[in-house]
Nanobody
Framework: QVQLVESGGGLVQPGGSLRLSCAAS????????MAWFRQAPGKQRELVAA???????NYVDSVKGRFTISRDNAKNTLYLQMNSLKAEDTAVYYC?????????????WGQGTQVIVSS
């Protein structure tokens, strides 16, 4: 029943900023972890940033100090603030949510939003 919809992607110059949003129709309060992944053409999909229900965050080394993941439970929305963007950040960004159950997990994905960093 959970649906994730990303928005906020687009074309931006190197050094610029974008804020991605992920709206969850089913709510995010019961999700143990939410995250942003990205996949560039010809590259493997990689975890960019994650945030747990306890507020702990984790980032891939290449975006540390530049990206910030946050969550607004009241708005059922996950965000990724991206600053000092580089050409290497160009990719399709996907929202991911995981709910850990007793013996398994529920895993949800959005359709993705394109980010292009170019002059």
């Amino acid at each position: 029943q959970v649906q994730l919809v990303e928005s906020g992607g687009g074309l931006v110059q190197p050094g610029g900023s974008l804020r991605l949003s992920c709206a969850a129709s089913g709510g995010i309060r019961n999700m143990n972890q939410m995250a942003w992944f990205r996949q560039a053409p010809g590259k493997q999909r990689e975890l960019v940033a994650a945030i747990t229900s306890a507020g702990r965050t984790n980032y891939v080394d290449s975006v540390k100090g530049r990206f910030t993941i946050s969550r607004d439970n009241a708005k059922n929305t996950l965000y990724l603030q991206m600053n000092s963007l580089k050409a290497e950040d160009t990719a399709v960004y996907y929202c991911n949510a995981i709910r850990w159950l007793v013996t398994t997990q529920a895993d949800y994905w959005g359709q993705g939003t394109q980010v292009i960093v170019s002059s």
